[in-house]
Each structure stands twice: as C-alpha cells, then as structure tokens.
C-alpha cells in the first residue's frame, strides 16, 4: 500500500517561513519523480516544484528564490522550505510521486493527503 504522508503545515505570517514534509512508503522512493502541487479555494491545483529521481528541480515562477525543493533517499523523504511567504501562498499542499516506465509505456503516480498552509497577520 502507497502512502504519502505530509506534514509541516501551519499558519505562518507574512515573511515568516515554514517547512513541509512527505514521507514515504510502498514505492521504491529512489526512482520516482517527487513534486509539490498546491490548490487554493476556488483555484486549480498548481505545481510548485519538483524533484527529478536525479536531483533536478524545477520550480514554478512564484516560488523561484523563496522555496527550496529537496529529497532523502535513503528517509524516502521529500521537503518544501518555503521562506518570505506571502498571503497568496496560502493553499493545502499536497506531495506528489510520479514515475513513467518507459519499456512499458506506463505511468504511477500517488498523493498525499494534503497539509494547510495558512499566511496571514
């Protein structure tokens, strides 16, 4: 059974920082694509940013410069450090898992079950 499990929310103020966690397990951590998505009430569920099996990031322009994605295979652990946090930041984030079989032509793909990240004074 996959589970991904996040952790770390809150409400935080403006400027102030927050760190998220997802943990792991059922899957072979190593080899999946690991990304953070967020959904704000109203909004469509967004990337964030992601990390490739490789150690690769990409992240999405507004996060560029204030989050930092990060992985530890051996914890089968990803983590989100979200720094100068803003009031539109506010969303549940939500980790994702992702790999694509190439010889197969097949995808896995999991979520978690969401963590509330609230910015406001």
């Known amino acids: 059974q996959v589970q991904l499990v996040e952790s770390g929310g809150g409400l935080v103020q403006p400027g102030g920082s927050l760190r998220l966690s997802c943990a792991a397990s059922?899957?072979?951590?190593?080899?999946?694509?690991m990304g953070w998505y967020r959904q704000a009430p109203g909004k469509q569920r967004e990337l964030v940013a992601v990390?490739?099996?490789?150690?690769?990031?990409t992240y999405t322009d507004s996060a560029k410069g204030r989050f930092t994605i990060s992985r530890d295979d051996a914890k089968n652990t990803v983590t989100l450090q979200m720094n100068s946090l803003k009031p539109e930041d506010t969303a549940v984030y939500y980790c994702?898992?992702?790999?694509?079989?190439?010889?197969?032509?097949?995808?896995?793909?999991?979520w978690g079950q969401g963590t509330q990240v609230t910015v406001s004074s």
């Open positions: 990390i490739t099996s490789g150690g690769s990031t």
């Open positions: 994702n898992a992702y790999k694509l079989f190439v010889n197969t032509n097949t995808k896995r793909e999991y």
């Open positions: 059922g899957i072979i951590f190593s080899i999946y694509d």
